[in-house]
């Protein structure tokens, strides 16, 4: 069995059991284990991938009203490769001669437009990410929720943080450390752990190539895929930043318009989030432009071109991805915002959870500064009673109160573990 069949994910909890009557999408990148997941979780319903054009012509055969016997209970891999089969399963369904099925496809758009044309209101619809930084600390093993869970329950930061271990023992610290280190300089794609390092970059330049081919046609049908070539590359090398559509579209010469359309195939398939400005005016006036962020560290080093240690941008991608991850695969209620004004005040991250709002502030190295906290400070006083807390998101050691309101010094590693 290879390293990616062992690994376990956090979402297999909450997909639904095959027993209930539930027509369920799993979507997210290619290659993020999607197939593996599935047919781990249900091993014995019939898989079909639509990637075959003779299931393809064997599905288009097969008459509505004997979808049920002929097919009945599946896992469709590629759904969107066949458009009939979202109109035949909504039939068998509606008839109650079909009680489950799970549709699988990386081509978000595509699978989207179906739902709506067809299944809405009727499938439940679940993200598969690249592995996160507390499944590949697990490996195989089944292992508890990771302390940024915390995170969405209610009362202060101080109730959250107060009872957890300042430190870790050797062991548990040294598999946390390697499960950041390998998410620092790979990502999170399954099919690398098994792979040695130089069979590693050549995976990540195929897996552009294949996207490219791939998933970027389904979207787009480009015919020439050099401008979006350049201008994916630039997105990469602006992780992290505000988004400047006119800069981005000058440098990758292409035109406003394409560079705003450009930007929404890269979020279709999964390849970059947008993380939005707070929408009030806490100290000052904020500013409206939203940051762009890669979604995976790996991906972000080969189309960039940064190699060796971690930049400042890299890992405050890696944190605010690992954030991201965490609340939809979780199913999480939370929202992430960055909070900046005109004068120059800045906080990383405000997560809005339903009992109020924690900062964060991001910083890629093993200590914390008394100026750390300023910005937290401020962004906490004009919040008043809706403040849970604070934290700065470092790459140091120990779990350990800094200052009031409620702010303490939380180590990455530590946070997603």
């Known amino acids: 069995m290879s390293e990616d069949k062992q690994l376990y994910r956090f979402l297999a909890r909450r997909l639904p059991d095959a027993a209930k009557r539930r027509l369920v999408l799993l979507t997210g990148a290619r290659q993020t284990g999607k197939t593996t997941l ?65 549709l699988l496809g990386s081509s ?14 009727r499938v439940f619809l679940f993200e598969l990410w690249p592995l996160m930084m507390c499944e590949l600390a697990a490996g195989g093993k089944d292992a508890p ?31 946390a450390r390697r499960a950041e280190a390998h998410l620092l300089q790979w990502g999170g794609m399954p099919g690398l752990l098994s792979l040695e390092d130089g069979e590693r970059r050549q995976w990540l330049k195929d897996y552009g190539y294949t996207y490219l081919e791939r998933d970027l046609y389904d979207l787009a049908r480009l015919n020439d895929l050099a401008p979006f070539r350049s201008f994916q590359r630039l997105t990469a090398l602006r992780s992290g930043r505000l ?16 560079a705003r359309r450009y930007l929404e195939y890269l979020r279709l398939s999964y390849q970059t989030l947008l993380l939005p400005p707070w929408r009030e005016n806490l100290t000052s006036t904020v500013v409206k432009t939203p940051k762009v962020y890669w979604l995976d560290v790996g991906l972000l080093r080969t189309l960039s071109g940064m190699a060796g240690a971690a930049t400042g941008e890299i ?18 209620e939370g929202e992430l915002f960055f909070y900046r004004t005109r004068s120059g005040l800045e906080v990383d991250v405000l997560l809005e959870t339903p009992f109020g709002v924690v900062g964060m502030e991001i910083k890629n190295r093993p200590q914390v500064a008394p100026q750390d906290v300023t910005a937290l400070r401020d962004v906490a006083h004009a919040l008043g009673n809706r403040w849970r807390g604070g934290m700065v998101i470092y790459t140091g050691t120990s779990i350990m109160p800094l200052a009031a309101p409620d702010i303490w010094a939380v180590p990455s590693h530590r946070l997603f573990n």
């Open 315 to 332: 890992y405050e991608t890696m944190v605010v991805g690992e954030l991201l991850k965490w609340i939809r695969t979780a199913g999480r």
């Open 243 to 258: 988004l400047n559509y006119s800069e981005l579209a000058r440098d990758a010469g292409v035109s406003v318009d394409s």
């Open 145 to 175: 929720a990771p302390l940024v869970d915390r995170l969405f329950a209610e009362g202060p930061l101080k109730g959250v943080l107060g009872d957890v271990p300042g430190v870790l023992l050797d062991r548990e610290e040294e598999a």
């Open 38 to 102: 599935a047919r781990a979780v249900y091993p014995d319903l019939r898989y079909v991938n639509l990637d075959a054009p003779e299931n393809r012509d064997a599905l288009r055969s097969v008459a509505s009203a004997a979808w049920a016997r002929d097919v009945g209970a599946a896992v469709l891999d590629e759904a969107q490769k066949e458009p009939v089969v979202f109109e035949k399963v909504k039939y068998a369904y509606d008839e109650g001669a079909l009680s489950f099925t799970i």
């Open 108 to 121: 978000q758009v595509l699978l989207l437009k179906r739902i709506r044309e067809t299944l809405a209101g």
